[in-house]
T-cell receptor
Framework: ETGVTQTPRHLVMGMTNKKSLKCEQH?????MYWYKQSAKKPLELMFV???????ENNSVPSRFSPECPNSSHLFLHLHTLQPEDSALYLC???????????????FGPGTRLTVT | QKEVEQNSGPLSVPEGAIASLNCTYS??????FFWYRQYSGKSPELIMS????GDKEDGRFTAQLNKASQYVSLLIRDSQPSDSATYLC??????????FGPGTRLSVLP
């Protein structure tokens, strides 16, 4: 496989369920990101991992818990979500270049999450 | 003031015309700027990146950056119906900190 993959592509869960979203990048990048995209709202950066260390955590509720076991894999663990958490969750990766300001991100296809 | 602003559109242009998409940002320390295209139901796809003042051309796409005015634009020449999508402007302020605009919906009419 190439690029950035995400599973599952669609997820319906109840408010009391626990589920996990998985992201895998095949680009050799060293940074990975979780974004939330809700209807009629800009993409919201949730978490960033660089070299497997969390470097950004934008005031995301604790019911979202990220995990980055290595530079190719990223998880988002979900528990006791609310209906307003229904959205498209996008994973992205980039290559941090010490000699460049460039952080071109490449996105996966996303997981469409519905919380009932 | 929102960090990254774009006209939501829809911006309608006839096939073959030039589409001009604009983006303004509020943080002067922003370093890198990106344009993404997002088709309905799909994820964003990187089109262009620009880091220095001036123009950068890639095929039918030209990105323009003016840091003094805190303005970045995307021109699409010879617009095609397949260019109809939402175009997202993204700004990298530092490290891996990115802020996206709300997007401009472009409709290219055959």
């Amino acid at each position: 496989e190439t690029g950035v993959t995400q599973t599952p592509r669609h997820l319906v869960m109840g408010m009391t369920n626990k589920k996990s979203l998985k992201c895998e990048q095949h680009l050799g990048h060293n940074a990975m990101y979780w974004y939330k995209q809700s209807a009629k709202k800009p993409l919201e950066l949730m978490f960033v991992y660089s070299l497997e260390e969390r470097v950004e955590n934008n005031s995301v509720p604790s019911r979202f818990s990220p995990e980055c076991p290595n530079s190719s894999h990223l998880f988002l663990h979900l528990h006791t979500l609310q209906p307003e958490d229904s959205a498209l969750y996008l994973c992205a990766s980039s290559q941090e270049k010490p000699t460049s300001r460039a952080y071109e991100q490449y996105f996966g296809p996303g997981t469409r999450l519905t919380v009932t | 003031q929102k960090e990254v602003e774009q006209n939501s559109g829809p911006l309608s242009v006839p096939e073959g015309a030039i589409a001009s998409l604009n983006c303004t940002y509020s943080d002067r320390v922003s370093q890198s700027f990106f344009w993404y295209r997002q088709y309905s139901g799909k994820s964003p796809e990187l089109i262009m990146s620009i880091y220095s003042n001036g123009d950068k051309e890639d095929g039918r796409f030209t990105a323009q950056l003016n840091k003094a005015s805190q303005y970045v634009s995307l021109l699409i020449r010879d617009s095609q119906p397949s260019d109809s999508a939402t175009y997202l402007c993204a700004v990298n302020r530092y490290g891996q900190n990115f802020v996206f605009g709300p997007g401009t919906r472009l409709s290219v009419l055959p």
